[in-house]
């Protein structure tokens, strides 16, 4: 009989059933352990076709390990085998193929796993955040510190996404969407609708589930870099705040997009297997050198930075406050919110500030009406501001549209500036209106959103051109078209309180801040007030909102 080889026989796809489908069968005579398949009709055949690969396999010197590294399929389904050690003389150990509902939870949760890794970066810095916000002022080497370390950690996000598995693709984007925006859901509480909570995290879940798994489809990194790159521009909805290139404002790298390419292709080739590995990895070490941003781990930058901000902060008072979104409403929160805001404003001029500020819709009601409570209120501002430049946020209204607006109250005299790109499912509902209008009323009891300005504006005041900027639109590329060197934004953040989405946001705004050059007063409701520049976050001219809640 002329000899044959394994090779042979799986060519003749001899083997072909006995690496199929298969059950166990038990041998008394402990001859062989082998799976068979339930098939009746290949039932008379299996005896000889496994004794034959047996025989041939024992001679060859072939196991089933063997068989699985050099990449034999059976049906174009893989052969699942395994062998814990060297099998006993006649004997071959074979693998059940795993049951779907086996493969789906593994793969879930290895792309939970994935996510956790690919979003620790952001609630590192939380934590980070909240240590140093305690502090008035951060050292320099505090700085480097966590500077490093969330540069090390976004490079290993940036890594994860490189060499995620693409049958997990979409699992993974299911987490990682729910890991960073949970918290939209939040919103809802407050809506005629908030049994919608579960169901928009959920949603929002799968929406990234799809978009991450279109990213990751092909497991080409050169694919994968240019798929992380495009998502970062892409915007579903609207909504923007998916910036894997903002991720670097708060490391030692630079934010630009060839800095943002560059780091991805270093990490690309630094982690290739292959030849040359030590030479691979000198040359991505280079890279990412090239990558880093020098004046962000310079002390003399900083020291330079931190005279340049001090001016600016001995002039103003940035006003953090913490109010209830469930209560702002309410006539005695409103009457407790404005005795505060008159406080804070005597207690500036008094301090010889120049100007004060205010987050959004501090005064949740149409601030220009000219009459009643409203008109009076205004009339207050007014008066003030023959001493300081007052900028709060209230609604605005222009004939019958209604606006989310910053007041501007500046030698007795008021400016109104609406907010121009409103936030998603918030303000507006993206859509045309005949779908539109129908979910206001649906979900939020209303005919019509919030109306939009059609370009940003800006105000002077200190002697300084100031972009003016609402909440969401302040993470928003298009409210820093032209470059502005100084902006003033106002946020309302109890919506998603407790939540990352102030960490999240604050992230935005720092790269920005370092992509354009600009320096940010930002004042909140339930987050921190500060000034943002390139290179230092400063509190110093943060203040408390004195009211009772």
Known sequence: MKKASAQGLLDKGLLESTFDRTQKVDSKTNAQNVETPPNEKTKSVFDSEQQAA????????????????????SGGKGIYLAESQAPAAGST?????????????????LGLLYALGFCAWLYVFALIALMQ???????????????????????????????????????????????????????????IAPFLLGFVCVGVGL???????LGLYFTSKIYRIFSLFALGIFAPFSFDWFVPQSWLAYSVFGVGDL??????CALAFGLY?????????????????????????????????????TPLADEIVIVQSAIPQDLKWEQSTIDSVLEGIMSDIDSAIMDSKQMIIFP????????????????????????????????????????????????????????????????????????????????YKLFFGIDDGLQAAKDPQDFSALGRLWRNAICYEGTSKEIYANAPKYLVMISNNAWFYPSIEPFLQRVLLKYYARKFGTTLVHSANYSRSMIITPLIDDTRATRILSHKE
């Not at 929406?207 to 798994?213: G, K, N, R, S």
Request: aromatic share 14%; charged share 15%; with cysteine.
């Open 360 to 439: 959004e819709t501090i005064l949740p009601f149409v601030l220009n009406h000219q009459q009643g409570f409203p008109k009076r209120v205004l009339e207050a501002f007014l008066a003030k501001s023959a001493k300081i430049t007052i900028v709060l946020g209230a609604f605005s209204e222009e004939g019958s549209q209604v606006h989310n607006s910053t007041y501007v109250f500046k030698d007795m005299g008021v400016e109104i500036l609406h907010k121009v790109i409103l936030a998603p499912f918030g303000e507006k509902i993206p859509l045309p209106d005949f779908l539109a209008k129908p979910l």
């Open 133 to 191: 916000d305690s502090t008035l002022e951060v050292s320099f080497s505090a700085h480097i510190t966590s500077a490093l370390l969330l540069s090390i950690l976004v490079l290993a996000s940036f890594s994860i996404w490189l060499y995620v598995p693409r049958a997990i693709g979409g699992y993974f984007g299911f987490f990682v969407g729910v890991l960073l925006f949970y918290w939209i859901g939040l919103s809802f509480r407050f809506s």
């Open 259 to 264: 800095a943002f390419i560059g780091i991805l």
């Open 93 to 109: 150990t074979y693998r059940a193929k795993p049951t779907p509902k086996t493969q789906f939870f593994s793969r879930l949760l």
């Open 207 to 213: 929406a990234y589930a799809a978009l991450l798994y």
């Open 54 to 73: 047996g025989f041939v396999m024992r001679k060859q010197g072939v196991t089933a390990v063997s068989l699985v590294n050099r990449g034999f399929q």
């Open 273 to 309: 297997r292959g030849k040359a590995r030590v030479v691979r990895m000198l040359v991505s070490a280079v890279l990412l050198l090239v990558c880093v941003d020098w004046a962000m781990v310079d002390s003399s930058a900083h020291r330079q930075a931190l005279a340049h901000i």
